[in-house]
Each structure stands twice: as structure tokens, then as C-alpha cells.
């Protein structure tokens, strides 16, 4: 028997051998396969099926095509670093569901798709560095729920929009360093509940992002340095977990006295480096234990005095030496005492440290009053000037223009002359209740609109006129009760569209007319009754579209015919009771992510998901009131299905259900509501179907209650020999 086994073992590792692509290297023992620097065009299709580590560095692959790893299931770690990768398809990565750990560094991608990522439900670590990523489309991330760690740094961010990280549930170090990041987002980080440090050093923030900052509770350290952050403002960062602060290297001036007192948690606060003269005593940082001041101006004269005697009650260790008067210059601030602290009148010195260029203001001829103007990354801001009138004068190169938080009310025809290079526009929260005919005439460049949180009720025809390749247009929490009618007609070019929390009541024939290249349409949290089945026609080529929390009463089947191209449709949150026959069969061959959850589902149809199959990777039917669902034998692609809060009646009538859950590798939470005796184990480890016919049969029920002594002695033959299923994992339905 020895020598069979040997035979055998020599045999495989020799087959193993042989498909080892040829200018790689297989480590056959501890599944791991390197193939680097090999000027590899495409992915080698003869990669042993049970790797686990593929590490591709340094090749040539361009583009990363659909399904490209689908012959190696098994991975768990994959590096394609300088790879020259630019483009990362729609389920590139499909399949690679056991996937803890992938790197990216390094390549020449510049935009995420919103199914980039898709397929990758394990993946821990994901590292982005050193790309041109630009742009990330909301939702990229959005089916990375075991995501702890995103690398982001070094790319070419100039603005996170909303919920850009929704998904993230458990994701723990967020690392957007060496960015040009100018805005945030009010909303840009929420939904990270598990987030302890963020990254957002070497950006181009002139002020602390306070409202988005607030929405991470559990944040404990934040990186903030080199920023041109010139002041911290009265409680100016209300992060309840903080503990330590980096500001270092920024052009900070002046701290408020309050501003970190809403960080009650707060421990450490670096300033080093910055042109702070003096700071006052720091009130409500009541756990503050060190603060590093070392390379700024500090004038150790008795304005000093406040802030040395709160150094000393707080028992605050300090970092720093003073640069005037010349009798104290070079003493570090632990060794001074109150009287050397003397008021006079000394020369200051200039800073140590050449202060960074500061941007144009108003005065210089190439900015308007009041506003700030950066000339290396050609960004413009008024934010929170309060208004009324849009300014002109913006350098003509401008590409990012922020204007959030005014009050224009109006936004007049020609509203931006000159600016044809810019590319984004903020204008969030102005109370715009009227976007003129020519408004955005002459902005032959602009890419990014956002209109968030206004008045706006309606759309005049010509009101897009100008903006030919405007391709994200953003007009959530506006007064929208329908779509803006033929506004869409002169944006040929036109992406995504977001219309959510409005008060649209239908969806009309005609509604998305000149749409046709419209790919994500978002209506949720609205109030739409009815669809026309026309309605949808028009945007021949949509892949996402989102209708959750608003009040529809069924699945609009008839709406969804002519939409060939489908991947994401969102009813969660609707008052849909039952699900009928062929509910989805318009979009059978595209659907890939379907969201049926919160909805107090009570029954579907044995034919509701008819036409369905491989094709689709998640569906989410959580907290429902049904206690049947029909047969999903024919989802064999699923990387994520949830079954949680179901009242699930463990029967024979569900015995189908518990069988082809014993054949899954994932976490679906599915337990049972009744009977009595089963109420609240999972399904899978209900006992209640030992009693159904067939139980013996099959995988699911293993082995009949009355064989299972006998089964757990195997013969001496087969103690001899290895299980052949020890390899896999069980599953963890």
C-alpha cells in the first residue's frame, strides 16, 4: 500500500508539474505560483486549479477580462503590481470567492467600475496605491463586506462623493494619503461602522472636513497632516473615539480654544511644523497627554503663559522649543518657568520652515473676493461664503469649481463664463430653486455635476445646454414629484443619474427620453406608485437600477422588458407582499444582484425567479415574512445570498431548501420560525427533517439516524488512506 501511495502522490505532483505555465514557477506543496517579471500578455490559463498564492508582478496585461480567474477558485492571495493594468472589467475577479488578499499597486487604472470588484465577498486587504484612479463610482465597493483594510494612496482623488464607501461594514483602515483630495462629501464616510483609522495626509484640504469626520463614531486615529489646513475652528472635529491626531506639516496659524472639544477621547496631537506662534489652552481635551509643537515659531512670551500653566495642570507631556525671544530661543517648553515668560515687544522671527504656497486670493487679480484659488491642482472654492450671487473671475484653467453651502437661489444663463476646462461643479446645498436655460453654456468640459440638496422642482429642456459631456448628474434630496421631462435630451453623453429622496410618485412614457446612454439610474427613497411599462425603454443600455424605499406594490415586469443589459436591480424596502410568476424574466439573462429584503415578502411564486440561474452572484431576501421560498437548485454562481430574519417553517416542503444549503460555501443565516421545537436554530441544523421522506438520500441528510454508529467506524482499508474530502472546507450556511 506504500508504494501505491507513493506511485500516486509522484504521479500527481509529475501531472501538477506539467501544467505549470512555462515561465512561472509551482511550488506544488505549498499551493503557490509565481510567475514574475515574465512579460506575460494575458493570464496563463495552465495554473494548477488548487493554487492558493498567485503572484503575476511585473507583467503586461492591459486589461484584466471578465472571469479571469475563474480556473482558480482556490486563491486566497493574488499580486498583479506593475502590471500596467488599465482597466479592470465588470466581473474581472468573478468566482474568487475564497480571496483574502489583492494587490493592485502600481498599475494605470483610472476609473473602479461599479462591478470592478464584483465576485470578491472573503476579500480582507485590498490595495489600490499608485494608480490614476480619479473617480470611484458610488457602489464600487459595495459587495466587499469582508473588507478591513482599503489602499488608496497615490492616486489622482480630487472629491468623494456621498456613501462612496457604502459596504464597508467592516472595513478598519481606510488609506486616501497622497491624493489631491479637496472635497469631502457631508455624507462621504458614513456607513463605515467599524473604521479605527482614516488616512487623508498629503491632500489638498484647507479646512478640517467636520461634517463628514463626524459620522465615523469609532474612528480612533486620523491622519490630517500636510493639508494647507490654516485654522481649527470651534469644535471643529467631533469624533467621540479619537485618540490621536496628526496636523504635522500643514500651515496652521491658530486653534481655537474648543476645537477638540467634542474628541473628548483625544490622547495625542501632533502640530509639528506648522506656523503656530502660540496656542491658547486647549478646554474640553480633557484626556489630551501629549502634544508635539516642535518646528513651529513659538513666541514664548507671557501670551504663552495661559497655555504653560494648562500644560501644567493638565500634566500634558510637550514637544517643542521656543523661536523668540532671543533670550529663550532654542529652550524646549518643559523647562520654562512663569516669570521668564516676560510681555514685551520682541522682533519675531521669521519660520523656520518655508511656509508651503498658499492659494490666490482675492486681490491677486485671478480669484473673486472672498474665494480661494489653487493654482497647482486648479481648483476654485466659495464654500460657506453665504452668497447670493455665483462669482466670476475664476482662473480659466479651473477644473474643480466648489461652491456648496451659499445661497444663490438662481443659478442665471452664463452663469460660468471662461471655464471651459472645468470638470466638476459643486453646487450642493445652495438653495437653488431654478437652474436657468443656458445656466451651463460655454462648460464644454464638465464632466461632474452636483445639485444635491436644493429646491429644484423642475427642469427646463435647454437648462443642460453647453455641457455635451456631462456624465454624472446628481440631484438627490431636491423637490422633484416627476422626472424632469426631455432635460436629458443635449446630454448625450449622460451616465448616472441620481434622483433619490425626491417625491416622484410615477415613472412615465417618455420620462428618459434622449437617456439612451444612461447605465445607472438611482430613485430610491421616493414615492413611486407605478411604472409605465415605456417608461424604462428609453435607456436601452441600464445595468443598475435602484428603487428601494419607495412604494411599489409589485415587481414592474412589463417595465423591465428592453433593458438587455441589467445587472442590479434594488426593490428592497418596497410594500411587495408576493412575488409572482416570471417576476424577472425580462432581465433573466443579464440580472446578476437582485435585492428583495425589508420588504415583509410574504410569499413567492414557485415560478417567481423562472429564467434565472448561473448568472446570478447575490441576492439579498432578509427580513421577510415568507416561510417557503421556491426552488434555487439553478444558482449555481451565488457569492452571497441572505436569508436572515426569515420565519422559515422547517417541513418536508422545505427539505429541498436544507439539501441544496449543505451544497454552499457561504453564510446565508437562514433559521427556522416554526415548528415550535425548531423555532430559532438554523436551518441546517434543524432535526425536523429526519422524519421527510428521502431523508437518507442525498448529502443533505448524510447518513439515515440508524446508520450513523456504523458509518462513524470505517474499515481498516480505509483507515489506511486519506479522506478524500479533507481538503475542503465545510460549508458555513
Not at 439516524?705 to 475542503?728: D, L, W
Request: glycine residues 8%.
Amino acid at each position: 500500500w506504500a508504494l501505491l501511495l507513493l506511485a500516486a502522490a509522484l504521479a500527481l505532483e509529475g501531472t501538477a508539474a506539467a501544467r505549470c505555465p512555462t515561465p512561472c514557477v509551482c511550488d506544488n506543496l505549498r499551493a503557490h505560483v509565481l510567475c514574475l517579471n515574465g512579460n506575460l500578455m494575458a493570464i496563463p490559463s495552465t495554473i494548477p486549479q488548487l493554487t492558493k498564492k498567485l503572484d503575476l508582478q511585473g507583467n503586461s496585461f492591459t486589461v484584466i477580462p471578465v472571469g479571469a480567474f475563474l480556473a482558480t477558485p482556490y486563491l486566497s492571495h493574488l499580486d498583479l503590481q506593475r502590471c500596467k493594468v488599465e482597466r479592470l472589467e465588470e466581473g474581472a475577479f468573478r468566482g474568487l470567492g475564497r480571496l483574502v488578499y489583492l494587490n493592485l499597486a502600481s498599475n494605470s487604472i483610472a476609473l473602479l467600475y461599479q462591478e470592478s470588484l464584483d465576485g470578491l465577498s472573503s476579500l480582507q486587504q485590498l490595495i489600490l496605491e499608485g494608480n490614476r484612479i480619479e473617480e470611484i463610482q458610488p457602489g464600487a465597493f459595495g459587495h466587499l463586506g469582508s473588507l478591513t483594510v482599503l489602499n488608496l494612496r497615490a492616486n489622482a482623488l480630487v472629491y468623494l462623493p456621498d456613501m462612496v464607501f457604502q459596504g464597508l461594514q467592516v472595513l478598519r483602515w481606510l488609506q486616501l494619503s497622497h491624493n489631491a483630495l479637496h472635497v469631502l462629501g457631508s455624507e462621504a464616510f458614513t456607513a463605515l461602522p467599524a473604521l479605527r483609522r482614516l488616512s487623508l495626509d498629503h491632500n489638498e484640504l484647507q479646512a478640517l472636513p467636520s461634517e463628514a469626520l463626524a459620522r465615523l463614531d469609532g474612528a480612533t486615529r486620523l491622519d490630517l497632516g500636510h493639508n494647507p489646513i490654516t485654522y481649527v475652528a470651534e469644535e471643529a472635529l467631533a469624533m467621540a473615539s479619537l485618540k490621536h491626531l496628526s496636523l504635522d506639516h500643514a500651515a496652521l496659524q491658530d486653534v481655537a480654544p474648543n476645537a477638540f472639544a467634542r474628541s473628548p477621547q483625544l490622547r495625542t496631537l501632533d502640530l509639528r511644523e506648522n506656523q503656530l506662534r502660540g496656542l491658547p489652552p486647549l478646554a474640553g481635551a480633557g484626556g489630551l497627554a501629549r502634544v508635539s509643537l516642535a518646528g513651529n515659531p513659538l513666541l514664548c512670551s507671557c501670551l504663552l503663559r495661559p497655555f504653560h500653566d494648562w500644560l501644567a495642570r493638565a500634566r500634558v507631556q510637550v514637544e517643542g522649543a521656543c523661536a523668540a525671544p532671543p533670550a529663550l530661543r532654542g529652550r524646549p517648553l518643559d523647562s520654562l518657568r512663569p516669570p521668564e515668560m516676560r510681555c514685551g515687544h520682541p522682533r519675531l522671527p521669521p519660520s523656520p520652515a518655508t511656509p508651503p504656497e498658499q492659494p490666490r486670493v482675492a486681490g491677486s487679480g485671478q480669484c473673486p473676493q472672498g474665494c480661494a484659488c489653487s493654482p497647482d491642482f486648479r481648483h476654485g472654492s466659495c464654500e460657506n461664503k453665504d452668497l447670493r450671487k455665483i462669482p466670476w473671475g475664476f482662473p480659466r484653467d479651473t477644473r474643480l469649481l466648489d461652491l456648496r453651502r451659499n445661497a444663490f437661489g438662481t443659478v442665471p444663463p452664463g452663469a460660468f463664463p471662461g471655464l471651459k476646462e472645468l470638470v466638476s461643479l459643486h453646487l450642493q446645498s445652495c438653495s437653488i430653486g431654478a437652474l436657468r436655460p443656458g445656466a451651463l453654456r460655454g462648460l464644454e468640459s464638465l464632466v461632474y455635476l452636483y445639485l444635491t440638496d436644493n429646491r429644484l422642482s423642475t427642469l427646463a429642456a435647454t437648462a443642460f445646454e453647453g455641457a455635451p459631456q456631462l456624465a454624472y448628474l446628481d440631484l438627490d434630496r431636491n423637490a422633484f414629484a416627476r422626472l424632469p421631462t426631455d432635460a436629458f435630451q443635449l446630454l448625450p453623453n449622460l451616465i448616472s443619474l441620481h434622483l433619490q429622496h425626491n417625491a416622484i410618485r410615477e415613472l412615465a412614457e417618455g420620462d428618459l427620453a434622449g437617456a439612451g446612454g444612461l447605465r445607472w439610474l438611482y430613485l430610491a427613497g421616493n414615492a413611486i406608485r407605478r411604472i409605465a411599462p415605456t417608461a424604462l425603454a428609453p435607456a436601452k443600455m441600464l445595468e443598475k437600477l435602484h428603487l428601494e424605499g419607495n412604494h411599489l406594490a409589485e415587481v414592474p415586469t412589463a417595465s423591465l422588458w428592453g433593458l438587455p443589459a441589467l445587472s442590479e436591480l434594488k426593490l428592497s424596502r418596497n410594500p411587495i407582499k408576493r412575488v409572482g410568476d416570471s417576476a424577472f424574466l425580462p432581465v433573466a439573462s443579464s440580472l446578476q444582484h437582485l435585492y428583495l429584503d425589508n420588504m415583509g415578502l410574504e410569499q413567492i411564486s414557485p415560478g417567481a425567479f423562472t429564467g434565472l440561474g448561473p448568472k446570478i452572484r447575490s441576492l439579498y431576501l432578509e427580513s421577510n415574512k415568507m416561510s417557503h421560498i421556491p426552488d434555487m437548485s439553478n444558482f449555481t454562481g451565488l457569492d452571497i445570498l441572505n436569508l436572515r430574519d426569515v420565519p422559515f417553517h422547517c417541513d418536508c416542503q422545505l427539505l429541498p431548501l436544507r439539501r441544496w444549503i449543505d451544497k454552499l460555501n457561504l453564510r446565508i443565516g437562514a433559521t427556522c420560525g416554526s415548528p415550535a421545537e425548531a423555532r430559532g436554530l438554523k436551518v441546517k441544523l434543524s432535526t425536523t427533517f429526519q422524519t421527510c421522506p428521502g431523508w437518507g438520500r442525498g448529502k443533505a441528510g448524510g447518513t439515515s439516524p440508524n446508520k450513523t454508529k456504523a458509518a462513524s467506524k470505517p474499515s481498516k482499508k480505509k483507515r489506511s488512506g486519506k479522506s478524500p474530502a479533507r481538503g475542503f472546507k465545510k460549508s458555513r450556511a
